[in-house]
């Protein structure tokens, strides 16, 4: 089980976005990487085609690794880490490590 999912609240721990936090868009599970929203921009040198007339210079979001992320309680507003209970139809339920409420 992932810490980390699609739709969470994620703050960067390490690297050059240290203590931004933003919302997860997407999850790269082979990668081990996540897409998050104005989180690790980089400027890609786009040619001009017949799609995009413009060209020139984009920013561009970029995957970043997982461990350089920490999920943000919503309850706490907290970045933490993560317990993880099993329930008694053997679920697995993520819990807040600080506070110990439910994420759902």
Do not use: Y
Request: charged share 30%; with cysteine; hydrophobic share 35%.
């Amino acid at each position: 089980m992932k810490h980390i999912r699609r739709n969470d609240t994620v703050s960067v721990i390490a690297g050059k976005d240290k203590g931004k936090t933003g919302k997860v868009i997407r999850i790269f599970t082979k990668e081990d990487r996540a897409l998050v929203q104005g989180i690790n921009f980089v400027k890609k040198h786009q040619r001009k085609s017949q799609q995009d007339q413009q060209g020139g210079i984009i920013q561009k979001e970029m995957p970043i690794h997982m461990s350089n992320l920490l999920l943000v309680c919503p309850k706490c507003n907290k970045p933490t880490r993560l317990k993880v209970k099993i329930a008694e139809d053997n679920s697995k339920i993520r819990v807040c490590a600080k506070c110990n409420d439910l994420i759902s």
